[in-house]
Structure formats: C-alpha cells, structure tokens
C-alpha cells in the first residue's frame, strides 16, 4: 500500500512537471509576448520592453527561467521588477503584473468558493443520480424507468449554461424564490449565509450532473442485478431491497466512483459558467479573466491547479478502489 | 525408428511474479512448467492431461513460440526451434498450428468466413490469389461446412461449426503437427463427438501429428494412443494407452482415473478401487519440495519430501519398449482403478 | 400425462406437474420448459441432463421462484412438501427459499459476491430465516458450517474473500451457504461443472455425505452422463425444453427407450471398451426453443424415424409413456419396442438434409458420419 503510493505519487509529480514544462515552453514561446502583459495600458517602447524582460529574467534561457519558476513553487522565491522586489512564498506561482498581486494568495483567496460548489453539487448530484438510477435499474423496462430514462435524456439535451441563467434569472431576481447568489465564508462569516449563497448553484450544478449519474448509476446497477451473485443473494431468501441495496449496489458503485474522480476535479478546477453566472468570485471565474487579459502567470497557475487535481483524485479513486473491493491490493 | 518430428527436452518456462512495493523486483517465479521432456513421432498423437494449472496450455504456447520458453530444447524436424527469434521461426510456422478451446472468443466476429480461412493462405501465398477461394472453399468441404457458406460470419454459425472453422484455419497451411488446446470442452456432448470424429479423420487422411490438450480422460483415451500426464508443471507419467489407462503406476495417476465419474463404470459395476485426494493442487509459485505430488500422496514417505523422483523408464514386462516412463519414487502399478467387463466377470 | 412415476404411498417432498415455463422476448416467445413432471422423495437423489439450453436451468428456478415474473410466463404446478409454489407471493416464496430450499449453483467464482467475507455470506441466509441472531452466534454458525463442508482451519477461513479460496473451497463455502438452514431440498445446477475431476469427486462425495446424514432430497442437474451414472437414483432426461426419459439411473442408462438418449451415450467415450472404436455423434444442432420442430423435437436429428410409419415423428409429439420395461420408465418416443430396436440396430441418418433449429444459420451441421453409415 505504502510503495503503491509513494510510486502513484512520484508519477503524479512526473506528471505535474511534465503538464508546467509545456505551458512555460508555450507561454514563453507563444505569440503572447509575456513582457507585454506588463506594459501600462498595453504600449511600451522597445527600451521599455528590453528592461521589463531583463527584470523578469525573460532573457535568460528557457530552462534556467523554468528552473526558476519550478523553485518558487517547491522552496518560494524573491520577484524583482524594477525597484519591486518582492517575497513569493512556498508554493511561488509568480506574481501578477495585471492585478499587483502574488497568484497563490489570490488563488487561495477564490478556492473555498469553488471547493464549496464542489462539494455541494456532488452531495447532490451523488445522492439524486445514484439514488434514481436504482430506482431506475430496479424498474427496468417498466413506465417507471422508461418515464425516468426519457425525462433524464431531455435534460441532458438541454445546454447548462441556459438553465442555470434561466434559474439564476427567474428564481433569484424574478420572482425572488431564492436568496441572492454569493459566496459568504462559512466559518469567518456566516454559516447560513454560506448555506443560502450557494444554494442555488448546488441545485443547478448538482442536478446537471444527475442526469449523468442516473445514466451512469442505472446501467452499472443493472449489470450488477444480472450477476450471479446476486441471483444467490436471492436464492438465499434476502429480500429483494436487501439484495439490491446490499448486494447489487456495492458493486454497481464502483464504476461510478471512478467517474465522480474525474468530475469531482474538473469542478475544482473551475466552473465557469456557474460561477459567472451565480456571481461567485471562484477559481474558474479566475482562470477566464485571465485568458481575457493575457495573464500568463495566473492562467498557468489555474491550469496547474486542475492538473493536480486530476492527479491527486485518480490516486484517491484507486485507494477508494481497494477500499471497496477487497479483490484490489494496493 | 526414425527420428522424431518433435522432441522437447527439458522445457522450462516460469513467469516472473513481481513484487507490488515501489521497485516492482522479481520475487518469485510462476512454475508454469518445469523441465518436461516427450517426444512425438510423424502422424502421432500425443495426449496431455492434468488438472486445472498444470501447464498444459503453457507447453502448447511455449511449442508454438506464443511464450518464449525459459530453457530447453525443442527439436522440430530436426531443428532447436527454442533460441530462434521470432523473425527465424517463420519458415516453421506454417507447420505447427493451433486450435483454440473456445470457438467463440477465437473468431474474429468481423472477418467472413473465407476471409478466416484464407488469411493463412494469402499470408504465406501458397496458392495464388486467383485460386485461394477455391482452396478455402476446399478446406471448408474438408471440415464438413458446406463450402458455399464462405461468406456468412462466424456468428452465423453454432459452436460446432465455429470449432470447424478453426479448424479449417488451422489446416489451411497443411501442418506437420497440430496442437488441439481442449478443441471440444466448450462444446456439447453431442457435439464434441462430431469434431473428434473429424479431427481423427483428418489426422488419418493428411498424417498430422497431434499434441492433444484435454482434461476429460475418456476423450484423451479415444484420440491418443500416447498419454503423458501432467501434475504442477511436470510430467509425471507417459506411456501408451493401455499402460496408463489399465496398469498406472502414478499415485496422481490412478487417483484422477480413479475420480472420473464413468456411466459405463457403474453399468459394469465391477470392483474399482476409490481413491480421494484430500486438498488441492498447490501453488505453482511454490511447489512442495521433492516430489510435487506429495503433498496430497497417501504413500508419500520422507525421501519424497528430500528427493525430486526422474522420470524413469520402467522396465521390463509388458510395458518396456513402449517408452513407459514415471517420476515416482513408490511406483506400482494399479489395475484396478478402472473395472474391466471382464475383471468384472472375472 | 402425469400419473404414476412411482406408486409409491409417502408423498414426495418435491412434485413438479405439467411444468411450462415461456419468455416472451422481442424475437418470439422461447418455450424453454414445457409440459414437465417430476417427483423427488426425501433422501432420494434426481439428476437432469440434458444439451445447453434444454431448459433444466430454468426448470429449477422455477422451483426456486427466481424468475422475474414480469418477463416469464409460467403454468402448471410446483409442490414444496405439498405447498403450491406457482403463483405464491413474493414473501412467501422468499420464507421457503433457502430455508426449505435450497440451490447449489455452477461457478461459484460468479456466483459468491467478491466484496464480502464467505463467512458474512454463509450467515446472511442463516440470519434472513431467525430472527434476533447475534454476531457471536452467527460466526459461529458460519465456522460450524465451514467445518461441516470440510473446510481446514474454518475459523481463520471464515474471514477470508472468495478470491482467496481455490475453486474446490469455494464450492464447499457454496454448499455450505446453501445447508446452512437445514434444508430438505437441495437443488444442484452443474455444481462440479467449472472444477477438476479430482475436486468434483471431493465434492460429490460431500454431497452423498451430507444426504446420507441429513436425508435430504437432492436435484443434480449435469450435463455429465458420468455424473448422473454415480450420483442419481433416478435420471430424467430433457431435450428441447421437454422431458423424452425419465426412469431409475442405472435402468435409463443401460436400457435407453429414447433415440436421444441412446445417442447420447454412444457419443461419449469412456474408461473402458475398445478406445478404437469410433465415436458415434447425433448429427445436427439441438433445436430452437423460438420455433421448435413439429412433432418430436429430436426429429430432424433422430436416426431411427425411418422405422415410424406414416411420418409421424414430423407430424405429432410423442407422449411420455412407458415403454417396454416398466411403469416405472417412461419415455417420449413413437418408435415401438424402442428399446429392443435401439439396442439391435444402428441410426440410420439421411445423407446431409438436415437442418435442425437454426433459423438464421447456414444449413446444416452435414452428417460427420456417412462413412459408418454408407454400409449399414
Ligand atoms: N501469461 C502468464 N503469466 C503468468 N502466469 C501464467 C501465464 N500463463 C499461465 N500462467 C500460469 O501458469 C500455470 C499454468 O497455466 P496453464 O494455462 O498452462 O494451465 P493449464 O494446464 O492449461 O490449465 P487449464 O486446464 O486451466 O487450461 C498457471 O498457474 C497459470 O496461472
Ligand atoms: N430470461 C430468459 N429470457 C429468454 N430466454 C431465456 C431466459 N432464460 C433462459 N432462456 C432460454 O431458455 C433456454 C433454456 O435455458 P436453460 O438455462 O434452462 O438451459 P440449460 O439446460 O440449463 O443449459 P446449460 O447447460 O447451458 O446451462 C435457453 O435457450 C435460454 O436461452
Ligand atoms: S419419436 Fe421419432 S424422431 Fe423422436 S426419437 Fe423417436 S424415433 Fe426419433
Ligand atoms: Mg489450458
Ligand atoms: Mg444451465
């Protein structure tokens, strides 16, 4: 178990280190002159430009400005520009010329918001999908899971970013059915401002995805009711809810956990269109802004980010893995 | 005697076990099989039985270099096919083919028919082009499928033909030996006795030597008249049908004879001696030290525990000069595992 | 159709009467069981053989009420110690399953859940049927079980996962599981099917054991005449979803009256007898359920129709009716005195015109055996 981690982890940082290697070598090479970015209102002079790149160490070598960056992030470093000299602390993800601030704090300011909608839409989405998806599988081939198959394709059919406006724009502002949108920190602030603030996205989030766990969640189950095992669950005279939840479903979940690692990540990532939407000053609303004005380091810093939760989260898929099925040793 | 068309000696072939920390090390090797020597003369069948894991797929695979064998000597008309590289093996080829257990998973379902059959034959351009559908649509004849079904796929037809297209396949090169790897086990009973039937006619009308896998000892018995038996990853006993079948002289021998359920055996009802082994087959990773067997053996004594038995020659009687070897240290011969009808009578 | 098979005056533990089991399905309706009637006594031991999909499984999970009611059609009457299983309520079914009743099945890899301990599997039927069962107990009635089944060292077995066991041991935590109610009926679906033959022995003779100690009546369904020929008191033979023989072991066995069976046994080899001699095959494939043959279902690969005058094996089905050994063995053919006839003569097949149940397929399986039967 122990070395099976410690190798997951070695190849996940190989990873990490690979996925930063290609964004500095695209930035850096990339029609974006990063110097630019750094410009009063987008216009420098040549002379102007040469002292920026000298101050940033633009002119160094790609690998030694690599080298460079890869330190910030493990040990922090010290960022001049000019008369600026700055302290980047451990984990250094540069510092943003846009915004005259360090990216890490920045983004550690927005991540709660985003871990919250995360967390929020999974319970969701966790406990609807899987939860009609039994439901489903159980039913299978009656009204009963033809209505929810039909009802789940429909909803899958329709963009999200439309019903989370519609949602935001009828709900909220209409006729006013939920709170305002927005991110109030649940233990600085107020919990249940929290609770209320987030409502909504969790819903709208949350349920977008259902439609694909139900999807995911009913055909896993329905495999699983067709195993053998489960008919000697039956044979044995357990009742039918105890051969499904017990037996049938234990299995049925391991497919879907695997999913939800992926899922689960990629909303951490960022989602933009909740975010923009509700108002939710979240990673993803970041990570767009910063494509909008070029910049480099907080654009670099976000896809990292979502990177490592790739990575981090397949290694908790595998360890839920072995957790689960006692066949899997780590 | 002629020299023969196949001789294995001293077949090795382990699979390294590999260990699940950071630095996946080699910590131990799977004995698939471990030093087995036969032979098998032009036009012969050889059978070979055992149970579940003994390596008999594995001595097949190594034979037709799907699996490189660890080491050995496997002398095929004369040439060591064991250090040749994939490229030099060929030429060799052609002559040793394989027919798989399972007509279903052995079929590619998107390929016709024809197209199965043909491969082999346009691979290798021993016919030419204009004339391979009619040599494939010779071999299906041959096999008993009627030839104007070569464009059908294989989900069209039922396990039996499935099996008969594998075989049709198999032919197609005209091989010197062919290695059936339990051709009939996922068929039917009725079934099975078609394929056997055309295999053995086959054998006969082309002198095809056989290397013939199967754990269902009657069928061994009908299709061989050479029967090594196979325990752990060695050969335990070889010799020719009546010797094994009526005087084994292996404890493991006479005790997978002796625990086949037979309809004619309770017709006969005559005297049969009971044997039970207790357990399982152990595990090939670790095999019990000196002799495999003797872990489930009630004759087993210390020097089976110290000392690996050679398969040796038993001699004299009835038996010599028939190549009737056994790897046991208490060998004897048993005949009443299997009730005659005329023990019966006796 | 159904009188007598034995005339015995105990009323048997298990009746199966007229028996029809049907899955509608988008292709047609597949007549998997039809019109089949069987008893089994306390301590009495009955085996089903039959080809792949000759519906024993489906008949004896009829008997088990695992079919999924809402896709499967079935009539006639199933008896448990006298109680009427068609048509019983879920609950109810669910009091007798693996309590009075109880199922063995083939590959006990699939059929033992991976996730859970063999010993939490063994008491999980235990704890369904007595209420109030405390952790202490119930492991001890899962070693106690283990023990029973001959399971070394069941004390440290019982938390172990199904894939840590070897193919023999978990047939044994199989049987286990299904005797843990004490059940009086023990259905057997191809129990030694997926093992080896010195482990099948183990496990048949665990079997005979567990019957001979407990008296329990035992349904062995195989595909092994092998099988039949040790373990069963009386053989019923199905083919095409019906019964064509039905009568003591040894008796069916050694005196087939159905052309089938009689093929059957002459197409496997055995342990003794001259291993020269060729095998004798039934041509052909067994029939489609969808579209079975009119008349006799083994018509179209039977080789003994010539001898039925006025066509009428293709024509009419036969009954299941004695022949000439006996009430007590019964057998669905029109050929008379079959089994003087199968006895004395060889099956005649004609040339390659046969193509038995395969709707779709190409033709026929053609004849493998004209050389024997050029000459006969
Ligand atoms: N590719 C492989 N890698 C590792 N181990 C293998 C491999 N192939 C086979 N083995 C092991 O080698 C041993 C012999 O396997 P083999 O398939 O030859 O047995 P067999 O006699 O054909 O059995 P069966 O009757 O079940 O087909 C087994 O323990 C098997 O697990
Ligand atoms: N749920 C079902 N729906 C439709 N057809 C079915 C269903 N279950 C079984 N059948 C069909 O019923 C027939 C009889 O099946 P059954 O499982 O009883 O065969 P069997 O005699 O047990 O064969 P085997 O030796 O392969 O186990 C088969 O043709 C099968 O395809
Ligand atoms: S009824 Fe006719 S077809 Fe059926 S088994 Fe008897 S002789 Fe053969
Ligand atoms: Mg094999
Ligand atoms: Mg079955």
Redesign the interface.
Known sequence: MF??L??RVISGILVLLAVSFVLFTVFAKGPAQPALAYCSKGVCTAEQLDIIERNLGLDQPLLQQYGTYIKGVVAGREINSGTLSLDCNVPCLGYSFKKFEMVTPFLLDRFPATLSIALGASVVFLTVGVAVGVISARNR??PLDRGLQGFTMLATAIPYYLVALLAFLFLVSKWGLFPTTEYVAPFAESFSGWFKGMLLAWLVLGLFYTTAYVRYSRGSMVEALN???V??????????RRVALK?AL??ALVPVVTIFGLDFATILAGTIFTERIFNIQGIGLEALQSIGQQDLPVISATVLIAATFVVVSNIVVDVAYAA????V?? | MSEPLLEVTDLVKHFPVKS????RRTIGQVQAIDGISFSIEKGESLGLVGESGCGKSTTGRVLTKLYEPTSGSMKFDGVDLAPLSQKQMLPHRKDIQLIFQDPYSSLNPRHTVGSIVATPLRTRQVVPENKTMDRVKELLEVVGLNPEHYNRYPSDFSGGQRQRIGIARALALQPKLMIADEPVSALDVSIQAQVINLLQDLQREFGIAFLFIAHDLAIVRHFCPRIAVMYLGKIVEIGDRDTIYERPHHPYTQALLSAVPDVKQAEVGGRRDRIRLTGDVPSPINPPSGCRFRTRCWKAQDICAKEEPPLLQIGRGPSAGTGHQVACHFAEPNTSIIATPQSHSA | MTDMHHPSSTPAFLEVDDLTVRFPTRDGVVQAVTGLSYKVELGKTLGIVGESGSGKSVSSLAV?G?HDL??TDITGSIKVEGQEVVGLS?NRM??????AV??I?Q?PL??????FTIGDQIV??YK??HSGVSKKTARAKAVEMLERVGIPQPNRRVDD?P?QFSGGMRQRA?IA??LVNDPKLIIADEPTTALDVTVQAQILDLLQELQRDFGSAIVIITHDLGVVAEMADEVLVMYGGRCVEHGGGKEVLTHPEMPYTAGLLSSVPDLVGDPRERLHPIPGTPPSLLSPPRGCAFNPRCGYTHLVPGEMCTRELPPLESGGRGSAHLKRCHLTDSGTVLAEQLPVYAGTAMDPGEPAGPTAEPDPTPKENAGE
């Not at chain 3, 699939?110 to 996730?115: I, S, Y």
């Open positions: 070395g099976y410690l190798r081939g009656k195993e053998d095992y008919r000697t669950a039956r044979a044995k005279g357990l009742t039918d037996h234990r299995a689960l099925d006692p066949r040793r780590l | 699940s920390g950071f630095v | 088990m695992l809402e896709r879920e669910r009091k007798l399953r693996g309590n109880s199922m099945f590959d699939t059929a033992l859940h991976p996730f999980e039927g369904a049927h996962y894939h199989m599981m299904s």
